[in-house]
């Protein structure tokens, strides 16, 4: 039996050190406008966040302008797909864990959130898009 309770103890521990650290990483992140939109279901024309960790990268997009796309955890834990227009812009050479910073035209779909015009709009008729990595700026101008 006082191995059972402490057992049982040590799981409750480690429970809350693990809430505790998710939560710093929720308080920590640059995304918040994002999280907004994402929680409200909103279309933003343009919203900007930081150190959101790529997740997945997913097989461009063929038909008709080349994207890119892959999908970030937010600070909240939620994920978004990101869509970059390789037609426009250098790729960007995003893998798995890396943390990108982007800015955009945020949509919720169907399929849940989506981030694009991550590009300089060539009309001018909408702050420039972007996409950064390791400190380098694509597409932003």
Not at 19 to 38: C, E, R
Not at 116 to 136: A, E, I, S
Request: aromatic share 8%.
């Amino acid at each position: 039996m006082k191995l059972t309770t402490r057992l049982l103890s040590v799981l409750l521990s480690v429970a809350a050190i693990s809430s505790h650290a998710y939560a710093y990483y929720q308080a920590s992140g640059n995304d918040s406008a994002i999280v907004s939109a994402m929680e409200s279901h909103r279309r933003v024309d343009y919203v900007e966040g930081s150190d959101m960790e790529v997740i997945q990268v997913l097989p461009d997009d063929t038909n008709g302008n080349q994207h890119q796309k892959w999908v970030v955890r937010l600070s909240n834990g939620k994920t978004m797909q990101a869509v970059y227009n390789s037609d426009m812009c250098p790729r960007v050479p995003v893998q798995i864990g890396d943390r990108v910073a982007m800015g955009g035209m945020f949509l919720w779909t169907n399929q849940g959130g989506l981030l694009h015009w991550l590009h300089h709009d060539p009309r001018g008729n909408r702050p420039d898009g972007y996409v950064m990595l390791n400190g380098t700026y694509y597409c932003k101008d």
